[in-house]
């Protein structure tokens, strides 16, 4: 809704009383809205499995990296770096983003190619093949050789290791990577903090597309965020991104040098869907920088500055985006509002498999006589 | 012509059946062995320099691979007859194969290609190979972009292949025809079967006729590629490996579950079905296509799970009748051919079959790595 108002023009204040009035239905909310992240129910065993999965490196086409290689608990579930690595003999094109309340999403990956859930986006990621690699009927057959799986599964209701319990396990994993006792949650943040919220919502106009207990309207678009040259200037990663485009059917994909984003999935003739983005979450920002789909801004202030000055330069970008004329100080207390929306690190053992997971396989014992 | 081409299978009926009955005397029932002249070009992929050259890069190149580090190369080594000294091959990281590597020495002859005959011609094992889960896992998506970004393919591909980009098709064409000039056609026993009545030694010449006579090879290992090319179950026991290795267990299920057996089936199977994957029909349960024999001295282990580490034991297995296993002695199926009988060969006649054996290898082919080029960025046009 928000975006259709948007581009009719209708003017920022105005959209901003009108998505407040919107937002305060939900009154235990709290406040527009943006209260704590609701935690999705989740059954503990599945869970459990779904853990030990996630930290598995067996789960990729050779066996080196798990969904953790990328999405590292330390990192707020992501790799602390611009680009991500990618799959062994490819390099990614875009800024691993943070599974953090990811169960809530609406969609996932920076164009949102996917609507659907969670057991779609974990396939995708095992089997792309820069992403894991990994064919899922070999990735069944190495489940079923791991006792400890075979045990795990079976006390979790699963039955037998399948590829397709094991896309169901690790979304209920993912359903526990949940925000908590960040100051915003807490009313615990300071004043400078209370005056970047107040500019949130009013002045800087964030809340127009940060919205929700998440901050996101989940919807794309295009604030001109400058491309990442490394994409383009390293083989490796200019190739990757190339492959994909082909795949996704994007034409003239060896020509382009841009990231086409959400016109991956929407495909728009006239490509004003080019360059937009999925809005990002704004919690756990402390952990998960660098930022934006190509970790273009190292910190929280070049953001902020960034959306001060109207956001980049695009033919497609969105008109919303006007220059903020927000004092230095402002700014500042724009960037300890972000703050206040970290909480704790997921890194205890209640999120993260502590247990040394085995990298190869014990043999069964008596094979001939055993049934498959 | 409906009506001719029935009496002719009648006839090729009859002709088998015959053989059977006749047993030994029947070796000059099948073609002779005869020298090896060229290999069969196709019209589609014709040989030129520039593009053998090409295919021998990528036959070495890792990029066309999932994970940019298994190459032809790597299951194919020329130093290990160009196949892999390991009763299985060694597979993509983090896993291993479920056969015998075959060296692609001679491959351009045959009409099939796989243990099984899985792929019809050389441009269409590449791809298989190059993307099979415990093989080279690559996808054709990634392989060919890398190409692209490979100034010096750029260039040999258009030269090649007229095209602006590489593309993918193309470059198992090219490695098809690098693969079809790995030819070995000059052994003693094409010398001698020219009429070079030295090429042999007389243990070897005592061996030959054993072959085409009472050791009853010819029936099978017949011709020019000494390959007649149909499928057999000899009674190969099943690879060892599969009994006490987890990655061999986890990929023998894996390859049950990619060749869509039944449920059924998968639960109780427990030995390389072979010619089975393709037609499904139970007749065909444990049956591998005879191999050409001409190399042979540098392919060691032989036989399709490589059960067997040198001639004199393969030599054995055929002396005894060949063997047992899960599709001969009724687990899955009773598939063992009719051809094996024990053969009563004494101690000096196995030497000579062996030595005999030997003459089909001349020296072996050697080949240096070829310099791979590297990737450059894409400048803008």
Redesign the interface.
């Known amino acids: 809704m928000n975006v259709s108002w948007l581009r009719g023009g209708v003017s920022r204040a105005l959209l901003v009383t009108a998505g407040a009035y919107m937002l305060v239905i939900p009154a235990a909310a709290g406040e527009s809205g943006f209260g704590p992240v609701k935690a999705p129910k989740f059954n503990a065993k599945k869970a459990a499995l779904g853990k030990r999965l996630f930290f598995d490196a067996?789960l990729?086409?050779?066996?080196?990296i798990s969904c953790a290689s990328c999405h590292q608990p330390g990192k707020g579930f992501t790799d602390g770096l611009a680009l991500s690595k990618a799959?062994?003999?490819?390099k990614g094109f875009r800024n691993t983003p943070t599974l953090i309340n990811t169960a809530l999403r609406k969609n996932w990956f920076h164009d949102g190619r996917l609507g659907t859930n969670l057991n779609d986006v974990t396939r995708e990621s095992l089997t792309e093949?820069?992403m894991m690699?990994m064919?899922m009927?070999?990735m069944?057959?190495?489940v079923?050789?791991d006792p400890v799986y075979v045990k795990m599964f079976k006390d979790a209701g699963y039955g037998e290791p399948s590829n397709g319990s094991i896309r169901k396990a690790i979304p209920e994993y993912l359903k526990t990577l949940i925000s908590r006792n960040s100051p915003f949650d807490k009313g615990t943040m300071s004043d400078s903090a209370k005056r970047g919220f107040d500019l949130f919502k009013g002045k800087a106009g964030c809340a127009a597309c940060h919205s929700g207990p998440r901050f996101t309207d989940d919807n794309p678009h295009n604030i001109g965020v400058p491309e990442n040259p490394e994409i383009?200037?390293?083989?490796?990663r200019?190739?990757?991104f190339?492959?994909?485009a082909?795949?996704m059917g994007i034409e003239n994909f060896?020509?382009l040098?841009r990231d086409v984003g959400a016109h991956v999935r929407l495909h728009k003739a006239d490509k004003s869907d080019v360059g937009q983005f999925i809005t990002p979450t704004l919690r756990e920002l402390k952990q998960t920088g660098p930022y934006m789909h190509n970790g273009m801004f190292g910190t929280l202030f070049e953001v902020i500055s960034f959306y001060n000055t109207g956001g980049g330069t695009d033919a497609n970008k969105d008109k919303a985006l006007k220059p903020l004329n927000l004092t230095f100080q402002e700014q500042q207390s724009l960037v300890a509002f972000l703050e206040s929306l970290s909480g704790d690190a997921l890194t205890s053992a209640k999120h993260v498999w502590k247990d040394k997971i085995p990298s190869?396989?014990?043999?069964?014992a008596k094979?001939?006589k055993q049934?498959? | 012509m409906k009506l001719n081409s029935k009496l002719r299978v009648i006839a090729a009926g009859a002709g088998l059946s015959i053989c059977l009955t006749a047993g030994l005397q029947a070796a000059d029932k099948f073609p002779p062995l005869a020298p090896l002249g060229d290999p069969p070009i196709p019209l589609d992929n014709r040989q030129t320099k520039a593009k053998v050259e090409l295919g021998k890069m990528l036959f070495w190149d890792p990029?066309l691979?999932?994970?940019?580090?298994t190459a032809c190369v790597t299951c194919h080594e020329p130093d290990q007859g160009w196949g892999f000294s390991d009763s299985l091959s060694r597979g993509?990281?983090?896993?291993v194969h479920w056969r015998n590597s075959q060296t692609v020495i001679n491959s351009a002859y045959l009409g099939k290609l796989f243990w099984a005959g899985a792929a019809a011609s050389l441009e269409k094992q590449a791809p298989s190979a190059a993307k099979g889960?415990?093989a080279g896992?690559?996808?054709n998506?990634?392989m060919?972009?890398?190409l692209?970004?490979i100034p010096e393919y750029r260039k040999r591909f258009n030269k090649v292949f007229g095209t602006e980009?590489p593309i993918i098709a193309d470059a198992w064409r090219a490695i098809a025809a690098f693969e079809r000039t790995l030819i070995h056609n000059d052994t003693p026993l094409d010398r001698y079967l020219k009429g070079n009545k030295k090429a042999l030694t007389k243990k070897q010449i005592a061996g030959m006729k054993l072959f085409s006579g009472k050791a009853g090879c010819i029936k099978c290992h017949n011709g020019a590629l000494a390959t007649n090319q149909k499928y057999y179950n000899l009674g190969v026991p099943p690879a060892e490996r599969?009994?006490?290795?987890?990655?061999a267990?986890?990929?023998f299920?894996?390859e049950?579950?990619?060749k869509g057996v039944t449920q059924k089936m998968?639960?109780?199977?427990?030995d390389d079905a072979g010619l089975y994957y393709r037609t499904k029909q139970k007749r065909d349960m444990g049956k591998f296509r005879t191999p050409p024999l001409r190399y042979t001295k540098y392919t060691a282990p032989y036989m399709h799970n490589g059960a067997f580490w040198d001639l004199g034991e393969v030599v054995d297995f055929y002396n005894a009748g060949g063997g047992a296993n899960d599709f001969t002695n009724g687990t899955m199926a009773k598939n063992k051919t009719r051809l094996l009988k024990p053969l009563g060969l004494t101690d000096k006649e196995k030497e000579n079959l062996v030595a005999f054996l030997e003459a089909f290898s001349g020296p072996e082919l050697k080949m240096a790595a070829p310099k791979l080029p590297p990737?450059?960025?894409?400048a803008?046009?």
Do not use: C
């Open positions: 067996r990729s086409g050779d066996a080196a799959y062994p003999g490819s093949d820069y690699n064919d009927r070999l069944q057959e190495r079923k050789q383009w200037s390293d083989p490796m200019h190739m990757t190339a492959a994909f082909s795949f060896m020509n040098r190869n396989y014990p043999a069964i094979w001939r049934r498959n | 990029r691979g999932g994970d940019a580090s993509y990281p983090g896993t889960a415990v896992n690559g996808e998506d990634v060919e972009t890398r692209a970004f980009w599969w009994n006490e290795d987890g990655l267990q986890v990929t299920r894996y049950q579950y990619a998968y639960r109780k199977i427990k990737y450059a960025p894409l803008n046009k």
